[in-house]
């Protein structure tokens, strides 16, 4: 046998094992077998590596570490599914459906609706050639070395009916008991435990470092082949066969020859769910002709054919221990409750968000209460009810906080607000940190490396009193705070200074002026040019831009009415921070003569035009594809992988507009 050979050999049985062990759950080898088998053909790989295959076996291991992860189009638009939430909704639907179709009754397929992140997954010639997250349905992030890790996905497919091309969609589901373990490992760990499942499992899938993705214990549940509709005839036939190909497709699924059918399987799962090892919040219903889903095609959101019956969402009774007021940046208070912990829907549920002073009053909440919780669709669970019956007879309202928690101003609140807000905007700690970590953040001056911690700690330390500050800071004064290594504060240095590039629009979002988001903030850059005029700006003058209302102007000129405000910008003027409109009219210059660059992707501070143009002013070249004479790529945020994978392989450079713009300073 050849070594080629005998790494195909390898990799086919090693496929097959791995199919029969995960997907089958019934491996004929012991582990200890498969774990030789694999530890040889990683060594082969090694040793000759004329032979890597992206889909070898060894690859599941993890290993790759994607930076930024690419942007790609959908080839078919992953669609949301309509919810319903009662019988009633189902016999609506029904009827609705029929009439379309013209028919009097229909059948269908009921699956259970997998509770984590959806995934589509491309196959080429039998071979995973593409995974890519949901994202808005019409484009998402392409994360196939992460997917690669997942053990119920198959790399490579050994059956020959495949069609040659084709996607088949699923979910990236975290089982319960692998969230448990690593939960207790966190715990062990002195680290926060992860919220739910749903969260971790979505969470995993953008890890830069796919060797930390494999070690999650991940699965891949598949319930769609997107591909030649005239492959089969029924939703039931497809999913037999993506069985029959070696993906995931839990058995639970049901053939419901019609409506009441269809309520039975509703009614089953619904006592049932609790004893499965993963978490679903509902079933999945879908028309089972499959020239019926084509005829009855897609709303603006979802797909007619299909229809999302959600559960009621579980319910735990615990005790109201105490409420705490968290400050935001804005100086905006929450209230949080803090319960007595208790289990729910396979996690532990300790806090509740209180929204704010009216929806405690509306509540009627006192301390101590025992109250319902219910997690709904976000992170922070909520509380839904209270039990009166169980409330002690001296027990006492909840109080709204008068003051600040933190600096103790007293609160204040617009009539027209929900919110109660701390005044003290420049002497509140979690105010002055937030804003600082704000005014950091990647969208805004996108300065690395300052985690609050060390943002809190230069405050306490009087290194700085505003965001201003952050560019009187020397590498001497980082050092001595705790735990930060020379290296760390010679980056954050490096990073600060090389903030005062980034254009005004951007620094007026980091501003942190309330209710100046990245649109407004765009808004206002370009239609005053100039923090100078902005700050000079009547509220009629605001309010004639374009969607700029009366609160924002107000905001916007509260702001500047403030002295210290003022005065940070100042600073912020001394220090080089751009606080005008740059219309890239940088004066001409040679530095970039002889140059070959190849500009790909989607760039944040220029268009992929202005960028060439600005090149081009610097003498450099643009060429339009990659070869050895390429001296650069210039990489934004979706480049092609292909355009990435021929870069490194001839050792060109891939630098970001912010490298670029680094490389014209003179
Ligand atoms: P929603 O996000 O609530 O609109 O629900 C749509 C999502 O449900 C899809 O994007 C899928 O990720 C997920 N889902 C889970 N199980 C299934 C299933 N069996 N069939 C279709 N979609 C499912
Ligand atoms: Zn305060």
Redesign the pocket.
């Known amino acids: 046998m050849t070594v080629a050979e005998k790494i195909t050999a390898l990799r086919k049985e090693l496929h097959e094992h791995n199919r029969r062990y995960y997907v089958e759950d019934a491996p004929v080898i012991s582990d200890q077998v498969f774990d030789e088998k694999l530890a040889a053909l990683i060594a082969l790989e090694k040793e000759h590596p004329a032979f890597f295959d992206p889909n070898s076996p060894s690859q599941r291991v993890g290993g790759a570490v994607t930076k930024n992860f690419t942007t790609v189009m959908h080839q078919h638009r992953m669609y949301s599914l309509d919810n319903s939430y009662n019988k009633q909704d189902l016999l609506d639907w029904e009827a609705r459906i029929c009439k379309i179709l013209g028919v009097t009754a229909l059948d269908y397929t009921c699956e259970l609706k997998y509770d984590g992140a959806s995934i589509s997954l491309t196959y080429v010639n039998g071979k995973l050639s593409q995974a890519v997250t949901r994202g808005d349905g019409f484009q998402g992030d392409e994360v196939t070395n992460n997917i690669k890790t997942i053990n119920t996905v198959p790399l490579q497919i050994s059956s020959n009916d495949v069609p040659e091309t084709f996607t088949i969609r699923g979910e990236i589901i975290l089982p319960l008991a692998g969230f448990k373990a690593m939960n207790v490992a966190r715990i062990r760990a002195g680290e926060e435990p992860y919220m739910n499942p749903r969260n971790t499992a979505s969470g995993s899938l953008k890890l830069q470092d796919s060797n930390l993705v494999a070690a999650r214990p991940l699965d891949c549940f598949l319930y769609q082949i997107v591909a030649d509709r005239s492959l089969f005839k029924t939703q039931l036939e497809s999913l037999k066969a993506a069985s029959r190909w070696g993906f995931f497709v839990p058995k639970h699924y049901a053939h419901a020859a019609n409506m009441d059918a269809v309520l039975a399987y509703l009614k089953e799962w619904e006592e049932k769910r609790s004893t499965l090892p993963y978490e679903i919040d509902g079933v999945v219903i879908k028309v089972n002709d499959l020239a019926f889903q084509e005829e009855l095609g897609y709303t603006a959101k979802s797909p007619r054919w299909a229809m999302a019956y959600k559960f009621k969402a579980e319910a735990a009774e615990t005790l109201l221990e105490d409420v705490v007021y968290q400050?935001g940046r804005t100086g905006a208070i929450t209230p949080v409750a803090q319960l007595t912990p208790v289990l729910l829907g396979g996690t532990v549920v300790k806090r509740a968000s209180l929204h704010n002073a009216d929806f405690i009053t509306d509540l009627d909440l006192h301390y101590h209460d025992t109250v319902f919780v219910e997690k709904g669709g976000e992170i922070i669970p909520k509380i839904t009810a209270i039990s009166t019956n169980k409330r002690q007879p001296n027990s006492v309202p909840v109080r709204y906080a008068v003051n600040?928690p933190?600096?103790d101003?007293p609160l204040e609140r617009n009539p027209d607000e929900a919110q109660h807000y701390?005044p003290?905007t420049n002497g509140?700690m979690p105010?002055l940190v937030g804003r600082v970590a704000h005014f950091i953040s990647r969208k805004a001056m996108d300065i690395d490396g300052l985690g609050a911690e060390t943002i809190q700690l230069m405050m306490q330390h009087n290194l700085i009193k505003s965001y201003a500050d952050l560019y009187a800071i020397s590498e001497v004064d980082l050092v001595p705070l705790e735990r930060l290594a020379e290296k760390s504060a010679h980056n954050i240095v490096k990073a600060i200074a090389a903030s005062t590039e980034v254009p005004f629009s951007r620094v007026l979002f980091a501003l942190g002026i309330r209710y100046v988001g990245q649109t407004v903030a765009k808004k206002l850059a370009q239609h005053f040019g100039s923090i100078a005029a902005l700050s000079m700006a009547t509220t009629d003058e605001l309010e004639a831009v374009d969607e700029i209302g009366s609160r924002i102007a107000e905001s916007v000129i509260a702001f500047f009415a403030i002295s210290e405000n003022r005065q940070i910008i100042e600073q912020l003027r001394t220090a080089g921070v751009q606080l005008e409109q740059q219309n890239n009219e940088s004066p001409a210059s040679d530095t970039l003569a002889d140059l070959r660059f190849v500009v790909s992707g989607v760039f944040t501070d220029f268009s992929r035009d202005e960028l060439k143009a600005l090149i081009e002013q610097h003498g450099g070249k643009i060429v339009s594809s990659i070869s050895s004479k390429t001296s650069y790529v210039v990489s934004g945020d979706n480049m092609g992988p292909s355009k990435k994978t021929k870069a490194s392989a001839l050792g060109i450079p891939i630098i970001s507009e912010k490298e670029l713009v680094l490389m014209l300073k003179p």
Request: glycine share 0%; charged share 10%.
């Open positions: 400050v600040c933190e600096c101003t701390c003290n509140c105010q």
